[in-house]
């Protein structure tokens, strides 16, 4: 686990721009088990991976005209049993943080999914958050 020091200003740069962090299982299930309208999911995480390309491209994705119905994060190496329960619903895809998956209605399945350590070995990361950018905004749209 890491230092609340370190930890609250990374937070607060997704709940600061209307992402409602989930820290405990049971607001990970009120959200999750919902299942009306959409729910963009952020896994956050201390790594640069997401301070450079997760954190700014969830924010940047949903200034773009529609948004899903929730915006939620949960964080990695923090809030362990609040991840361990995300994750069950992003079964079967395996961990990954950062990523970010966009949830639609009733029976909750994914729309979308980007793991960054599966394609980060082959592309330079600034064409991965490109491209995840193009596709969540592509699928927002569709709402």
């Not at 529609?66 to 923090?78: E, H, I, Q, S, Y």
């Amino acid at each position: 686990m890491y230092p609340v020091e370190l930890t609250t200003p990374i937070s607060k740069d997704l709940t600061d721009f209307g992402f409602e962090g989930l820290t405990q299982p049971e607001d990970v299930e009120g959200v999750l088990e919902n299942k009306e309208g959409t729910v963009l999911l952020v896994v956050n995480s201390v790594c640069g991976c997401a301070a450079a390309n997760a954190r700014p491209g969830a924010k940047l994705a949903v200034t773009a005209g529609k948004k899903p119905n929730k915006l939620v994060t949960v964080f990695a190496g923090v809030d362990k049993t609040a991840v361990e329960k995300a994750r069950e619903y992003l079964l079967p895809y395996p961990p990954s943080s950062p990523s970010i998956a966009l949830l639609k209605m009733a029976d909750w399945f994914i729309c979308w999914r980007e793991d960054i350590l599966k394609e980060i070995q082959h592309k330079p990361l600034l064409t991965i958050w490109c491209r995840l950018l193009k596709r969540i905004v592509s699928i927002i749209f569709l709402i």
